[in-house]
């Protein structure tokens, strides 16, 4: 919206939800823009932790937020716009952000998507390529493993890497928060363990 940049007042409003639960992140090339301001002020106030990505290291939105990221990227080819290369680092910082993002949230298995929705044909032949990837199994076993697991990418990808059963994989996801490397020791646990009690005789009195 044209001039909204401009309303200080504005950004406030939009943050009037936000909470000390939360992470607000101000972008602004020219780091100057009255309605990020707004916002960090209204967000710091409510607790939230604060952030600015910017195109200009002397910003003065720097103060308002607890951590900057300043992108030097110097001047535009085309004076004027922002829409080049300052704009195109904010983009390429945000890119870096969410994939640290997913990685730190256990979305991920080495370098792969470990949660990805089948919503289509390509996503449903990629969630097949995956596993074929991280587990070097062929896609007859892969598309098995898959289909026991209900198509839940991360019960499949479990299952597969530790050698357990679906239902083994998702509880071991369950009591890892999702997050596939950690489930794969508890799954991997439970595998030995159930070994362990078939070898031993009187299993039937463990504890």
Same mark, same amino acid.
């Given at each position: 919206?044209?001039?909204? #940049?401009?309303?200080?007042?504005?950004?406030?409003?939009?943050?009037?939800?936000?909470?000390?639960?939360?992470?607000?992140?101000?972008?602004?090339?020219?780091?100057?823009? $009255?309605?990020?301001?707004?916002?960090?002020?209204?967000? /710091?106030?409510?607790?939230?932790?604060?952030?600015?990505?910017?195109?200009? $290291?002397?910003? $003065?939105?720097?103060?308002?937020?607890?951590?900057?990221?300043?992108?030097?990227?110097?001047?535009?080819?085309?004076?004027? =716009?922002?829409?080049?290369? /300052?704009?195109?680092?904010?983009?390429?910082?945000?890119?870096?952000?969410?994939?640290?993002?997913?990685?730190?949230?256990?979305?991920?298995?080495?370098?792969?998507?470990? #949660?990805?929705?089948?919503?289509?044909?390509?996503?449903?032949?990629?969630?097949?390529?995956?596993?074929?990837?991280?587990?070097?199994?062929?896609?007859?076993?892969?598309?098995?493993?898959?289909?026991?697991?209900?198509?839940?990418? $991360?019960?499949?990808?479990?299952?597969?890497?530790?050698?357990?059963?679906?239902?083994?994989?998702?509880?071991?996801?369950?009591?890892?928060?999702?997050?596939?490397?950690?489930?794969?020791?508890? /799954?991997?646990?439970?595998?030995?363990?159930?070994?362990? =009690?078939? #070898?031993?005789?009187?299993?039937?009195?463990?504890?």
């Amino acid at each position: 919206v044209e001039g909204a #940049e401009d309303d200080a007042a504005g950004g406030a409003a939009d943050a009037a939800g936000v909470t000390a639960a939360d992470l607000v992140i101000g972008l602004s090339a020219s780091g100057r823009t $009255p309605y990020v301001a707004g916002a960090l002020t209204a967000s /710091a106030r409510r607790g939230a932790f604060t952030a600015v990505v910017t195109c200009n $290291p002397g910003s $003065p939105l720097r103060s308002l937020a607890r951590v900057a990221i300043a992108a030097d990227t110097g001047p535009e080819a085309i004076a004027g =716009s922002t829409r080049l290369k /300052a704009t195109s680092a904010l983009k390429l910082i945000l890119n870096g952000f969410s994939t640290a993002l997913m990685v730190r949230l256990g979305k991920t298995y080495s370098n792969l998507m470990a #949660e990805a929705s089948a919503t289509n044909d390509k996503l449903r032949v990629r969630r097949v390529r995956m596993l074929r990837e991280a587990s070097g199994a062929d896609e007859a076993a892969c598309e098995a493993v898959l289909t026991q697991a209900g198509g839940d990418l $991360p019960t499949a990808l479990v299952a597969l890497l530790a050698g357990v059963g679906a239902q083994q994989a998702r509880e071991a996801l369950n009591a890892t928060d999702g997050t596939v490397r950690a489930a794969l020791g508890v /799954a991997q646990q439970m595998s030995a363990l159930l070994r362990l =009690s078939k #070898e031993i005789p009187g299993r039937g009195q463990l504890s």
